[in-house]
């Protein structure tokens, strides 16, 4: 799937314009507007595959980091590109969704007054 590219439509009304944000005259706006960018996007987009999975970042914001850590001789980690940091992410698994759920009904039993009777304890812990 090839990434969506972002539109130009900058004139909205509850966004600030580009323009009037940064210093258009700054070396890597200039070098930008120097980019063929629907070219580089046409060429780079052919290795875009549909499988599935979380949908590409925009292919200019792929290449920009590209070029900018070249530049500059950067890693991953100094360029702050989050696609290879790792993440303090637990994902959820079966047990651990129970738990959430047990939990999140005994809370609302005891708002609305519901009594539960206890548990058994398990052979192990007798």
Do not use: C
Not at 63 to 68: M, N, T, V
Not at 69 to 91: N, P, R, W
């Amino acid at each position: 799937m090839r990434p969506r590219e972002q539109s130009k439509g900058q004139d909205d009304l509850f966004r600030s314009r580009l323009d009037q944000i940064i210093d258009m005259r700054h070396e890597l706006v200039r070098l930008g507007g120097l980019i063929d960018w629907p070219l580089l996007g046409a060429r780079l987009g052919e290795v875009y595959t549909d499988a599935p999975g979380q949908s590409p970042l925009p292919t200019r914001l792929m290449a920009g980091l590209a070029i900018l850590k070249h530049m500059h001789g950067l890693s991953d980690e100094e360029l702050v590109d989050t696609t290879v940091q790792e993440k303090a992410i637990t994902f959820p698994t079966d047990a651990k969704l129970m738990n959430r759920a047990r939990e999140l009904l005994v809370r609302l039993a005891k708002q609305h007054g519901v009594m539960l009777r206890a548990t058994r304890k398990s052979a192990g812990s007798r």
